[in-house]
């Protein structure tokens, strides 16, 4: 695209069009009843109750005090229920996954919303036609996608949450100064190509999951190591210009929004606390979800990343994630006796997902107590 383009006006435009919504359809109270049923947990509800902390059997369970749906997940699922409600049999489609929680996915496929077909990596909007229903999900889409969809006569449900755009219209600042733009991200994550789309000039930074490894020398951590660089290129910018003109050549802002960062600093508190293990539970490739993760396992108590209650079992075994995203199993997860475990979960977490990983815990250890009677 062109780097002239004007990405905000853009925006400004289409969200102005007569097939375009970002408020829902007047089914709200309905559709959160029907989320609450769908989706909340008496287990969660009881440790909210109980300050955080409460034990069942020989398992004292201890939640993180920010966890679980953040505002802009779950108003991103209400308006895709909401949506389904208003055209209960048109096409509708998602140009990616709403959040990033298997579970929510799951449930919208069997309400037949669809993501947009990928074809060798590229999408296949030629499937998207006039009259269909398409929805943006919570953390927006690339800027070359609306325009596509706009050419098309489709009604568009935009979930993007307000604190996304917000994002946007930063980096969209910062082209107007002709800055470039150098994001921290994953560049395959769909969040990072949103962004990007709406830059003018950017590097983006990548993971190590993303063979960033072959590149850079060994024991290089962009988590810790790029805000060096940046403090470098701050120090360089300023020898270069001046400090009093450093303002006009280098901006840095943070990206993690309220409700990340709570759950982060909620899990700095939880981890401080004597635990047996942590489970942290939230989509794969839930990248907030990969940081409650890092910081569990920089505590050193032992922690599983899993996004269902399904990586637990046959019997005392656990499949989970490290932070990085390796997939590692393991026997006898759960030590004898009375344990005490630490519990959070990422901004798409329902807390039915925990309640249902928390019951198979319960039931591992009330089997381990009958076993030795
Ligand atoms: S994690 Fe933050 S930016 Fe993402 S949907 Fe939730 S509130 Fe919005």
């Known amino acids: 695209m062109d780097s002239d383009f004007d990405a905000k006006e853009f925006r400004k435009n289409f969200s102005r069009s007569k097939n375009y919504n970002r408020k829902g359809f007047g089914h709200k109270e309905e559709i959160l009843e029907l989320m609450n049923h769908e989706y909340t947990s008496d287990i969660i509800k009881t440790l909210k109750e109980n300050g955080y902390e409460h034990t069942w059997g020989n398992v004292t369970v201890r939640l993180a005090k920010a966890n679980g749906f953040c505002f802009g997940v779950e108003s991103a699922v209400q308006m895709a229920y909401e949506s389904r409600k208003q055209f209960p049999t048109g096409k509708m489609w998602l140009t990616n996954e709403i959040i990033h929680n298997p579970t929510v996915n799951k449930r919208l496929e069997e309400m037949n919303v669809q993501n947009i077909p990928l074809d060798q990596g590229k999408k296949q909007f030629e499937v998207v036609n006039a009259g269909d229903v398409v929805i943006l999900p919570a953390f927006g889409a690339a800027v070359d996608e609306m325009l596509t969809l706009s050419e098309k006569n489709v009604q568009i449900v935009d979930t993007t949450c307000p604190l996304v755009i917000k994002v946007w219209n930063t980096v969209e600042k910062h082209k107007k100064g002709e800055f470039t ?97 942590i489970l942290v539970i939230g989509g794969w490739n839930s990248s907030n979800t990969s940081h409650l993760q890092e910081i569990a396992e920089k505590s050193g108590i032992p922690s599983y990343w899993i996004d269902s209650e399904q990586r637990i079992g046959p019997g005392n075994r656990i499949e989970y994630k490290l932070k990085h995203g390796e997939q590692v199993e393991k026997e006898n997860f759960l030590p004898e006796g009375p344990i005490t475990i630490g519990v959070t979960s990422g ?20 089997e381990e107590l009958l076993q030795a009677k």
């Open 347 to 366: 901004a798409s977490t329902p807390d039915k997902v925990v309640e249902e990983a928390l019951v198979k815990v319960f039931d591992l250890k009330r």
């Open 181 to 277: 733009s150098i994001i921290h991200g994953k560049y395959s994550h769909e969040e990072t190509v949103a962004t990007a789309s709406n830059a003018g000039k950017y590097v983006i930074v990548k993971n190590m999951t993303e063979k960033f490894k072959l590149a850079i020398s060994e024991g290089f951590d962009p988590d810790s190591d790029l805000i060096k660089v940046e403090k470098l290129l701050e120090k360089t910018m300023m020898r270069k210009y001046g400090v009093e003109n450093i303002n006009e050549h280098f901006i840095r802002f943070n990206t993690i929004c309220n409700a990340t960062q709570e759950r982060q600093d909620a899990m700095n508190k939880l981890v401080e606390q004597d635990l047996d293990l």
